[in-house]
């Protein structure tokens, strides 16, 4: 099992940026895969950035692909998320998850979530 606690989070205005961390609790973070999700008022859950367990290999969504930068240290159990040009539409809560097979787009594939850290970006 792994608790995972996201930090980073606040206010900012469009165009700047902020780093979003998962810290993870137990000696197994290097075994799962990681990924971020956002979830903005009165939409769904969706999928942001996820990466394997080695670091080595990460996938995005169309929408922050070439702004937003997923990376893990597996020696300090810290998952990151680097989000840079931001926009209005980025605002949502941003929850880090755990998880082990299975598509890294969906969200059924994640067995532990965190509580979530709130972005918003400020036009």
């Known amino acids: 099992q792994v608790q995972l606690v996201e930090s980073g989070g606040g206010l900012v205005q469009a165009g700047g940026s902020l780093r979003l961390s998962c810290a993870a609790s137990?000696?197994?973070?290097?075994?799962?895969?990681m990924g971020w999700f956002r979830q903005a008022p009165g939409k769904e859950r969706e999928f942001v950035a996820a990466?394997?367990?080695?670091?080595?290999?990460?996938f995005y969504a169309d929408s922050v692909k070439g702004r937003f930068t997923i990376s893990r240290d597996n020696a300090k159990n810290t998952l990151y998320l680097q989000m840079n040009s931001l926009k209005p539409e980025d605002t949502a809560v941003y929850y880090c998850?755990?998880?082990?097979?299975?598509?890294?787009?969906?969200?059924?594939?994640?067995?532990?979530w965190g509580q979530g850290t709130q972005v918003t970006v400020s036009s």
């Open positions: 990466i394997r367990r080695s670091g080595g290999t990460t």
């Open positions: 998850a755990a998880g082990s097979t299975g598509s890294y787009y969906n969200m059924r594939t994640y067995d532990y």
């Open positions: 137990g000696r197994t973070f290097s075994s799962y895969v």
